[in-house]
């Protein structure tokens, strides 16, 4: 069993930064993709950045792309997105998951996960 938590989420002004960080425990990670998944108010929960193991290979959702980074510290096994120049339509809750590699084929969709966190609010006022 992994669990994951999410921390760092907040309210900011278009324009500004947040960085998300997502703890796992329970066992390690660093053999698993790890995702960022968000939800927007009404809406399902969409992909929004992946990262595999090993390489560290990412890919984003293209509405992020240029704006979000995704990294993670197998040491720490911890997980983070960092995100500039935020719009208000990147408000949501934001969400953590994890699985073994063997689980994740295109790692864009919620089945392909088992793992996730709570989920931590962001919210980018106009």
């Known amino acids: 069993q992994v669990q994951l938590v999410e921390s760092g989420g907040g309210l900011v002004q278009a324009g500004g930064s947040l960085t998300l960080s997502c703890a796992a425990s329970?066992?390690?990670?660093?053999?698993?993709?790890m995702s960022w998944f968000r939800q927007p108010p009404g809406k399902e929960r969409e992909f929004v950045a992946r990262?595999?193991?090993?390489?560290?290979?990412?890919d984003y959702t293209d509405s992020v792309k240029g704006r979000f980074t995704i990294s993670r510290d197998n040491a720490k096994d911890t997980l983070y997105l960092q995100m500039n120049n935020l719009k208000p339509e990147d408000t949501a809750v934001y969400y953590c998951?994890?699985?073994?590699?063997?689980?994740?084929?295109?790692?864009?969709?919620?089945?392909?996960?088992?793992?996730w966190g709570q989920g931590t609010q962001v919210t980018v006022s106009s």
């Open positions: 998951a994890a699985d073994s590699a063997t689980r994740v084929a295109s790692g864009r969709y919620t089945y392909e996960y088992r793992y």
């Open positions: 329970g066992r390690t990670t660093s053999s698993y993709y």
């Open positions: 990262i595999s193991w090993g390489a560290g290979i990412t």
